[in-house]
């Protein structure tokens, strides 16, 4: 387990219960966590959780040059992708008429949003402009559209397929971290861009 659960951290991947149940369960115990924190510190890593403790995932420790830069570029992704992840979310929420979204392991079935974006041609509209944001190209279809955009979110880890015959879709532990994200940007606008490393510098980033 304890391969499988670092080669999953260092991969970038967010270990919660609805993606990694087990590994989950494994980075609870305290001995566990330890030892994989004293692994990955060795390569400037360290083992963190959110807040609300519902995923775990390994991040950089910015004290500046190449830790720092690294940690800038996440940012820098993170911000790239927040818009069209918030449309999608503030989307769901209205389609489902469920403010208890941002939870993890909360479903979302994908013929009751069809249903819903079929009968308003509001949400037809958020959609469609969801897609563009995403750079989607669908065969002109809302049901093609809705089908690329999960998708999409599933790839980023966002949203985990759990009920394929169903078209289920769970929310993962990825979206506590997010929510993080975003309440840091709010307050710091990211971290700041005065303390540019040299060109030379080479960071790597998850």
């Known amino acids: 387990m304890f391969n499988q659960v670092v080669q999953s951290l260092l991969a970038g991947e967010f270990i919660c219960q609805v993606m990694d149940h087990s590994g989950f369960s494994y980075l609870n115990d305290p001995k566990n966590h330890n030892e994989v924190?004293?692994?990955?510190?060795?390569?400037?890593?360290?083992?963190?959780?959110?807040?609300?403790?519902?995923?775990?995932?390994?991040?950089?420790?910015?004290?500046?040059?190449?830790?720092?830069?690294?940690?800038?570029?996440?940012f820098t992704e993170i911000k790239q992708s927040l818009?069209?992840?918030?449309?999608?979310?503030?989307?769901?929420?209205?389609?489902?008429?469920?403010?208890?979204?941002?939870?993890?392991?909360?479903?979302?079935?994908?013929?009751?949003?069809?249903?819903?974006?079929?009968?308003?041609?509001?949400?037809?509209?958020?959609?469609?402009?969801?897609?563009?944001?995403?750079?989607?190209?669908?065969d002109g279809t809302d049901r093609n559209r809705l089908e690329k955009v999960l998708r999409s979110f599933r790839e980023k880890g966002y949203l985990l397929l759990s009920n394929p015959e169903r078209e289920i879709y769970q929310i993962t532990g990825k979206i506590e971290f997010i929510q993080e994200v975003i309440e840091f940007l709010m307050e710091h606008d990211a971290i700041g861009d005065k303390e540019d490393e040299t060109p030379s510098t080479q960071g790597q980033c998850h």
């Open 37 to 74: 924190n004293a692994y990955v510190g060795r390569i400037g890593l360290h083992l963190a959780v959110t807040r609300q403790g519902g995923a775990f995932f390994v991040a950089h420790h910015v004290n500046g040059g190449v830790d720092r830069k690294a940690a800038k570029e996440v």
């Open 83 to 138: 818009r069209p992840l918030v449309s999608f979310l503030d989307m769901v929420m209205r389609v489902m008429q469920n403010d208890n979204l941002l939870v993890v392991g909360t479903p979302i079935e994908v013929n009751k949003l069809m249903g819903a974006i079929d009968a308003n041609p509001s949400f037809r509209n958020d959609l469609q402009t969801l897609a563009s944001q995403l750079k989607i190209q669908a």
